[in-house]
């Protein structure tokens, strides 16, 4: 494939639109796919993306389809939510080129496979990224918290000669032969930190006061990873959580923040499948187990899908 093809963005939320207007910015080729006609009308009435960076907003007009429209893709980046993610590359399976590249940028683990498993023949990349963005408004990102995103292919560690436009982007990520650890210490952290957030109602830094409740956490999600065969996502994990819990005190977790505003959660995708691996492995893991029922209790509760 060449250095020069277009990129695709599925899915034009927080994450998409980040890198959407980043690309854009370098002068590289970007379209969007949108859902549907309905919501291509409400973009083109918009007339592009807005990102705001340390205060300051600019909109970028990025042509935008749907998936039926369009030419062949060479470069797709899929954007959505972990549950959203099979589907929405499924109805676009038909316009990817033969040698097209996917990346695949879900927190949790499980929708990479998914996805990766619905496009035999095509190359996967997953992503795994501590960047933080939202969505003040549709077609609106706001770049919260600045980071890092590591690539890697699970299957073949060369990797693709188009991540210097991400260099040339600005987006700063590193290539890695162990993407699958990266994405199992993250979907630790998020198991050992954001249900918590929830089910206490507090911010990431409140979790000081329920130490014993994550150490529980973390020993059991530690015994997991180890039998996973993921010995350095298991290393010091403990500290690690608790070090992220000082570091981002003041937040609100990405989990939390979708309860609070009605959204689903993509917990299917976190402690669902850290749960389905330990019973695959016929590991008991009571803490990690309990703390699904009452999250899923409590997401019920609020009318939200608890799976
Ligand atoms: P989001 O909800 O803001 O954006 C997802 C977008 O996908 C939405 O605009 C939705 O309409 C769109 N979409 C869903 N199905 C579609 C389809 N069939 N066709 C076209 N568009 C479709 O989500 P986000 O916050 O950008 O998160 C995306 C992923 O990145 C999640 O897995 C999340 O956990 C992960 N992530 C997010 C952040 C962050 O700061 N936002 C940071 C790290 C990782
Ligand atoms: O990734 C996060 C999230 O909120 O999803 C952490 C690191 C836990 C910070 O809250």
Known sequence: MSGQAVWHVLGAGSLGTLWTCRLRRAGLGVRLILRGAESLASYEREGGLTLTERSLSQQWPVPAETAEDGLPIERLLVACKAYDARSAVLALAHRLAPDADVVVLQNGLGSQDEVASSLPGRRCIYASS??????????????????????????????????ADLGRAGIPHQWTPDILGRLWRKLALNCAINPLTVLHDCRNGELTQHVCEVAG???????????????????????????????TARNYSSMHQDVSHGRRTEIHYLLGYACAAAARHGLHLPHVLHLRERLAEKLRACGLPSD
């Open 130 to 163: 501590t960047e933080g963005a939202f969505r003040p408004q549709p077609w609106h990102s706001e770049f919260a918290g600045q980071g890092h995103t590591w690539l890697g292919d699970p299957a073949n560690p060369v990797p693709p000669p188009w991540l």
């Open 217 to 247: 956490l973390c020993a059991e999600l530690t015994e997991l990873l180890e039998c996973c065969g993921q010995p350095e996502a298991a290393s010091e994990l403990y500290s690690e959580v608790l070090r992220v819990i000082q570091a």
